[in-house]
């Protein structure tokens, strides 16, 4: 069943037929290739090209072919070359010969490229809204969650936050990441229904009145960069991959916190797995898997981009690849983002072990830097009076804050009783621009 052969002395061969078809990954695309043959053909009516009554009855056709669908009518399947071949090929089974005027002035080229855009539009928006579901949940865990507790670098507890304020860092990455998709939606807005193969057609169509009825901003400039076009493909799978990033950085810092020798969450049992050998075990797979999946999208990203690199203009048959690193690039994101919002939803922070952590920490030490130089001592010197006394602490196997004040006077005799007050954890959140972080 193709929309070709008049050309041909033989038939496909059945390897070829099978190498060549999209059908069975481009099938996803069947309400926009309906909704896009529907402007197509208002269009073309509008410009008296098809009689009013011919465009009636293919959009008619059109609808009762995408009701078939939706009620598993009818099956997307056989041997077709692709989803575009299909719906034409049912649509004149349905309508008869009318139905063969459906593609005047138009080429699978341009059709396919406002499909992918349609459905990528349509697909950006979803993932939006699934990003801002979890912002919304990475705040209300945050609001649940003042707690202080260590902040790190180098992985080494360094100076004291809080858990809503660590927590909040990934909101924030998080809206850029909203702001990213928004700015892609807005670059990628123009429509390529009739650019046709590469070079338009004789024909006076109207590409303004089919851009604007698909809700696009307006037609592409040219024809060739029209049907050749696959930026927004590309645009949208790196946002995809920076998202992933953002993901799995955060995968890793729960799976560090939910193991017995951080003890600062727990992962709730919807989110976990167990072993089926060591009884003991609870893993915190849904992270893992988020941590895990990211070099999936990194890699669709990289199938994309490299597919892309040495096309000639315009439309070559390489670009059908697009799509399935597209659409497991979207599957993957859309799941990570959903088990993220779950897994935060239902985590369980251990306020009692973070506390714990600042105090075993020196996390006050900076503090304590600080505290000799509002007595005038210069912060490098203050620096090194607290590192000495950080290392007799760590002798002596006790906190800055449980040395007594003779002690501390051996390393510096400006230290007053008000130090302890000054050090204290909470206190010096309290303390200049530091308030930010209790907020
Ligand atoms: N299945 C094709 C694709 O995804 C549709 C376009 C086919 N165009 C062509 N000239 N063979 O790219």
């Known amino acids: 069943m193709k929309l070709w052969g008049g050309r041909f002395k033989k038939a496909e061969n059945k390897l070829m037929e099978d190498f060549n078809s999209s059908l069975s990954f481009d099938k996803r695309l069947f309400y926009e290739d309906i909704e896009g043959s529907i402007a197509h053909v208002s269009m073309l009516a509008k ?8 465009k009636d009855t293919i959009i008619k056709g059109l609808n009762s072919i995408l009701d078939d669908i939706n009620e598993g009518k009818l099956k997307i399947e056989g041997d077709y070359e692709d989803i575009h071949s299909f719906i034409e090929t049912n649509l004149i089974l349905k309508i008869g010969q009318v139905g063969k005027k459906l593609h005047t002035a138009r080429s699978r080229n341009d059709q396919v490229a406002v499909d992918m855009k349609l459905y990528a539009k349509k697909s950006t928006k979803n993932v939006i809204e699934a990003i801002e579901n979890l912002q919304q949940v990475i705040k209300e865990l945050g609001e649940k969650n003042k707690v202080i507790m260590p902040g790190y670098t180098h992985l080494q507890r360094a100076q004291p936050v809080t858990f809503k304020y660590h927590i909040m860092a990934y909101y924030y990455m998080l809206e ?32 303004n009145y089919t851009a604007l009825k698909l809700g696009f901003n307006n037609p592409v400039d040219n024809f060739m960069d029209g049907v050749s076009d696959r930026d927004y493909i590309i645009e949208i799978i790196s946002d ?3 998202i992933m990033m953002h993901l799995s950085r955060l995968s890793e810092e729960l799976i560090l916190w939910s193991s017995s020798e951080f003890g600062f969450v727990k992962i709730d049992d919807e989110f976990a797995t167990g072993s089926s050998i060591m009884p003991q075990k609870k893993n915190p797979d849904a992270a893992e898997l988020v941590r895990g999946k990211t070099g999936r999208v990194y890699g669709n990203l ?22 399935e ?61 607290i590192g000495e006394i950080v290392l007799y602490c760590e002798e002596k196997n006790k906190s800055i804050e449980d040395l007594s004040l003779e002690e501390l006077k051996k390393f510096n005799s400006l230290f007053k009783e008000d130090v302890y007050e000054f050090i204290n954890y909470e206190n010096t959140l309290s303390r200049g621009i530091k308030k930010d972080i209790i907020g």
């Open 47 to 54: 410009c008296g090209i098809l009689q009013e009554n011919e």
């Open 176 to 207: 850029r990441d909203r702001k990213r998709l928004l700015n892609a939606l807005e670059v990628m807005n123009e429509s390529p229904l009739g650019c046709c193969a590469l070079a338009g057609t004789t024909y006076n169509t109207d590409r």
């Open 240 to 242: 995809f991959s920076i």
């Open 302 to 323: 990289m199938s994309i981009l490299t597919t892309m690199k040495g096309i000639p203009l315009a439309y070559n048959k390489d670009m059908q690849e697009d799509k």
């Open 325 to 385: 690193p597209f659409f497991d690039a979207l599957d993957t994101v859309l799941s990570c983002i959903n088990i993220m919002t779950g897994m935060l939803s239902t985590l369980e922070v251990k306020g009692e072990n973070t506390i714990k952590a600042v105090k075993k920490g020196f996390l006050n030490a900076t503090e304590a830097a600080d505290y000799l130089v509002n007595k005038g001592v210069a912060f490098r010197d203050a620096h090194k009076v």
